[in-house]
């Protein structure tokens, strides 16, 4: 059982920046290295989407087109904190963000995925 918990949604104006976290907490209290953790959001109306993910051992990290060059995903391993960074944000990133644990590997289905946060507000206004 791995507890999840977003922080630091909120509003930014189209080119701005944000950043959000996840902060976890698993009963073993370790997450193992072989899992894997990504934000997810979905927007109203709107199918939910991977957007990055990244490999909790070696840091390997992987981006969706729509981000990629924009957003940066990474953790510490010593606190079990997840963080993506979200810079030149444009309306169109406005969404529910939600973090995720996968005890297997990479996976951009989100159906997949064991534990879920709540989920937090990210809106960019034009």
């Known amino acids: 059982q791995v507890q999840l918990a977003e922080f630091g949604g909120g509003l930014a104006q189209a080119g701005g920046s944000l950043r959000v976290s996840c902060a976890a907490s698993?009963?073993?209290?370790?997450?193992?290295?072989?899992?894997?953790m990504g934000w997810f959001r979905q927007a109203p109306g709107k199918e939910r989407e991977f957007v990055a993910g990244i490999r909790w051992g070696t840091g390997k990290t992987y981006y969706s087109d729509a981000v990629k060059g924009r957003f940066t995903i990474s953790r510490y391993s010593a606190d079990n904190t997840l963080h993506l960074k979200m810079n030149s944000l444009k309306p169109e990133d406005t969404a529910v963000y939600s973090c995720?644990?996968?005890?297997?590997?990479?996976?951009?289905?989100?159906?997949?995925?064991?534990?879920w946060g709540q989920g937090t507000q990210i809106t960019v206004s034009s």
């Open positions: 995720a644990l996968h005890r297997g590997g990479y996976d951009t289905t989100a159906r997949t995925y064991d534990f």
């Open positions: 698993p009963a073993s209290g370790r997450i193992y290295s072989s899992h894997f």
